[in-house]
């Protein structure tokens, strides 16, 4: 069992940033591709961005390509997600998901586990 706790979510202007972390439970992290995923009021949860097991590859989706980057610490059993340049439409549940396989980073049901997700809010 994996345990994914997020934080850092919170409020902000528009261009503004935050930075999102979620700490892992299980020393297998390492071994685990990492995602994170957004969910607006009324809309379906949407991919935002995935980093491969060893971290050297990373997708993002095509709206927050240049203001999102997602990292990954080993050493801490952390994924972060710094956000920069936020904008109104960025507001949504931000959550953090484990892909025990490593495939398919950009759909939703390949992940295995979830964390409780963390509101961000970025008003004009």
């Known amino acids: 069992q994996v345990t994914l706790v997020e934080s850092g979510g919170g409020q902000v202007q528009a261009g503004g940033s935050l930075r999102l972390s979620c700490a892992a439970s299980e020393r297998t992290f390492g071994s685990t591709a990492m995602g994170w995923f957004r969910q607006a009021p009324g809309k379906e949860r949407e991919f935002v961005a995935a980093?491969?097991?060893?971290?050297?590859?990373?997708y993002y989706t095509d709206s927050v390509k240049g203001r999102f980057t997602i990292s990954r610490d080993g050493a801490k059993n952390t994924v972060y997600l710094q956000m920069n340049s936020l904008k109104p439409e960025d507001t949504a549940i931000y959550y953090c998901a484990a892909n025990l396989r490593g495939q398919r980073l950009q759909t939703p049901t390949m992940y295995n586990y979830w964390g409780q997700g963390t509101q961000v809010t970025v008003s004009t």
């Open positions: 980093i491969s097991r060893n971290g050297d590859s990373t």
